[in-house]
Each structure stands twice: as structure tokens, then as C-alpha cells.
């Protein structure tokens, strides 16, 4: 995870400056930072599941097994998977702003060449501080992909909050798991418990605040966009 943290950086610095700008860009890459170290320490915990997983008996094979049934789903691989999904969401804006740049540039060369003015070019671009910003109150369609953008975050944000209540939460509530040892052949009624477990819960809490807070200000967002875009376009 630390690799994909300095790998990441020079990837996110490149975006940021070669690709034209909209509103709201540079906080939705700050959240995107936050929520990529909160992954990263929220799994610190997680790293000795394996260890931190005991009961009360002496095979490995049975304690092996039990964790399987206990843990039936993978908890930090849905945490990364989650994270390139939100990525994605962030990257579709990026991907469609690259392209209303090229897009416009390529028509301007046209129009030079061709020193008509019928043909004049509709700019969804104006240029602010130096760099090019894309105009939504000119392109409806700019307005659209980028409602599109932060619905599908919404909704990897919404995904990521149901895993972290329905998989991970509960399994750290009870005091003690009862595994069904008569499956696996091994003694019935096993106690299992999970060593560590406030610091576990802790790490869901941290993420669950970062989830809330990219749900709330992606919908003020989005609220935002719909009133003095589209509203009042």
C-alpha cells in the first residue's frame, strides 16, 4: 500500500496540471488524498487479522477453518477495490475535461486555417489565472458529465459505507464467535474471538467519517450544480 501511496503521487500531480480545470477539482483530489491515507492506516490494524484470531483450541487447522467461516468476506481487498472505483469516479472528469481541451483546441486550429467567420467556434472554456477552465453555464453537456461523476462517487461512497456496516462491524460486536466445528470435523461449539478489536473498530470508524463526509459535500455539490447550472442556465 505504501508503493501505490509514492506511486500515486506523480500520477495525481500530472492530471492536475495537464488537464483543463473545473469547479470544485482541487477539492474533490484533496478528499481523494484524505480518503487514499485513511485506507492506508485504517489497514495497519487489519495486517495481523490472521494472528489476532484465537480459540479455544490447539489446532491450526481448526482455528484456520473457523477464521474462514468467521471472516467469510475479504475486508481490506473490498477497501482497496472500493478505492479504484472512487478513483475512477474522479478520473471520468478528468478524462472528459482532457477532451473538451483537445476537442476545442483542434476546432480553433481549424478555424485559423480556415479565417472564416461563419464558422466560429462556441469556446466552453474561458482561461483563469493562466489556465483553461471549463464554462459550464456554456456547455450543458460538461454540466451533465460532471453530475455523472459525483452521483457514481455517491453511490462507491454509499457501496463502501453498506461493507463496512453488513461485513466488517458486526464481526467485531460479538464477544465471542460460536464456529460450527462439525463441518470441518474438528470439536463442535468452538469459542472464537478476535484480539484487538477496538483498535479494529476504530479504523472503521475513521473510514466511515471520511465516507460521510465525500456522501455530504458530493450531494451539497451536486445541489449546487443542478441550481446555477441547469436551474438557471
Same mark, same amino acid.
Given at each position: 500500500?505504501a508503493?501505490?501511496?509514492?506511486g500515486?503521487?506523480p500520477?495525481l500531480?500530472t492530471?492536475?496540471d495537464?488537464t483543463a480545470t473545473?469547479?470544485?477539482r482541487?477539492m474533490w ?5 484524505i ?6 492506516l485504517a489497514?495497519?490494524?487489519w495486517k495481523?487479522v ?5 480459540c479455544?483450541?490447539?489446532?491450526s ?8 467461516e468467521?471472516?467469510?468476506?475479504s475486508v ?5 477495490f472500493?478505492?479504484i472505483?472512487?478513483v ?6 478528468e478524462l472528459f475535461?482532457?477532451h ?15 479565417q472564416?467567420?461563419q ?10 489565472g493562466?489556465?483553461m ?6 456547455s450543458k453537456? /460538461? @454540466?451533465?458529465?460532471?453530475l455523472f461523476s459525483?452521483?457514481l462517487? !455517491?453511490?462507491?461512497?454509499? $457501496? +463502501?459505507?453498506?461493507?463496512l456496516?453488513s ?7 460479538d ?5 460450527n466445528g462439525?463441518?470441518?470435523d474438528c ?8 484480539r484487538g478489536?477496538?483498535?479494529k473498530?476504530? /479504523? @472503521?470508524y475513521a473510514l466511515?467519517?471520511?465516507?460521510a463526509?465525500v !456522501?455530504?459535500?458530493?450531494g $451539497? +455539490? ?12
Amino acid at each position: 500500500m505504501a508503493a501505490i501511496v509514492t506511486g500515486l503521487i506523480p500520477i495525481l500531480r500530472t492530471a492536475v496540471d495537464s488537464t483543463a480545470t473545473y469547479k470544485g477539482r482541487t477539492m474533490w483530489f484533496g478528499l481523494l488524498c484524505i480518503r487514499l491515507v485513511t485506507v492506508f492506516l485504517a489497514q495497519f490494524p487489519w495486517k495481523t487479522v490472521n494472528d489476532d484470531f484465537h480459540c479455544n483450541t490447539t489446532s491450526s487447522y481448526c482455528i484456520k477453518a473457523c477464521f474462514n467461516e468467521y471472516f467469510d468476506n475479504s475486508v481490506v481487498m473490498a477497501w482497496h477495490f472500493l478505492f479504484i472505483l472512487l478513483v475512477l469516479s474522479v478520473l471520468l472528469m478528468e478524462l472528459f475535461s482532457s477532451h473538451l481541451r483537445s476537442s476545442f483546441q483542434k476546432k480553433k486550429e481549424r478555424e485559423m486555417e480556415s479565417q472564416s467567420k461563419q464558422e466560429a467556434v462556441s469556446d466552453p472554456t474561458m482561461t483563469v489565472g493562466g489556465r483553461m477552465m471549463i464554462d459550464f453555464h456554456k456547455s450543458k453537456s /460538461s @454540466v451533465m458529465v460532471y453530475l455523472f461523476s459525483i452521483v457514481l462517487r !455517491i453511490a462507491v461512497e454509499v $457501496l +463502501f459505507v453498506y461493507v463496512l456496516l453488513s461485513w466488517v462491524l458486526p464481526r467485531l460486536r460479538d464477544t465471542f464467535f460460536v464456529c460450527n466445528g462439525q463441518a470441518f470435523d474438528c470439536p463442535a461449539g468452538l469459542k472464537c474471538v478476535v484480539r484487538g478489536a477496538a483498535e479494529k473498530r476504530m /479504523s @472503521v470508524y475513521a473510514l466511515l467519517f471520511i465516507s460521510a463526509l465525500v !456522501i455530504l459535500t458530493s450531494g $451539497l +455539490f451536486c445541489l449546487y450544480s443542478i441550481g446555477h447550472y441547469l436551474c438557471n442556465g
